[in-house]
């Protein structure tokens, strides 16, 4: 079985930062896709970035500019740096992991169970 656990969330006010964590473990030597989502209140489950194994990234539009994804390949850790912060960014953060096969055909991978981010003054 894949472990995801994250860490990093909580509240900050806007204009603060953040940085995430996630651990992946398992079988898998190595995930060829991580990468971080977010649900808010009333709304659906999105994208905010991801990044492979090579270190190719992609970022939600809403972010880019603003949030640095990064991986420690070695240690199966993927880092979400959130800066400028936003009250628009108030979410869980849900990590994201994927095997090869996985992302090429879009599937869902394994998922931890979610950060709390809350931006408010």
């Known amino acids: 079985q894949v472990q995801v656990v994250e860490s990093g969330g909580g509240l900050v006010q806007p204009g603060g930062s953040l940085r995430l964590s996630c651990a992946a473990s398992g079988s898998i030597v190595r995930f060829y896709a991580m990468g971080w989502y977010r649900q808010a209140p009333g709304k659906q489950r999105e994208l905010v970035a991801d990044?492979?194994?090579?270190?190719?990234?992609n970022y939600a539009d809403s972010v880019k500019g603003r949030f640095t994804i990064s991986r420690d390949n070695g240690k199966n850790t993927v880092y979400l740096q959130m800066n400028s912060l936003k009250p628009e960014d108030t979410a869980v953060y849900y990590c994201n992991v994927k095997v090869y096969s996985q992302y090429i055909r879009s599937a869902s991978g394994s998922w931890g169970q979610g950060t709390q981010v809350t931006v408010s003054s």
């Open positions: 990044i492979t194994t090579g270190g190719t990234t």
